[in-house]
């Protein structure tokens, strides 16, 4: 019984192959779009929502550790989801994510 909680707990991503550095994808994730980002070769999963207006974040710029929103340019820090530019102040939440034979996987914190 609990195999299958776990099994329903976590979303596949997809292969390692298919989200090389520098990818972004989404995933639904309890009824939440969340943003898949490999960057430098480690994957970090967020809300896809900014924390300022409703944004997504999905094809924000990332660049040393955080990804802008494109909107207004808040930036949100990928390893905690703090909003470190304004006009962000909010975090965003964070998932987990892992790699198992060759898949990468997101599940909730
Ligand atoms: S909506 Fe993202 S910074 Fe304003």
Redesign the pocket.
Known sequence: MSETQTQTSRIEVGAVDALPEGSQTEVMLGGHSVVVINFENQYYALRNN??????P?LGGDVDNGRIT??????KFELATGKAKTL??LKPVQIYKTEVEDGVVYVLPL
């Open positions: 900014c924390s300022h207006q409703n944004y974040l929103c494109e909107k207004h340019g808040g006009p962000a």
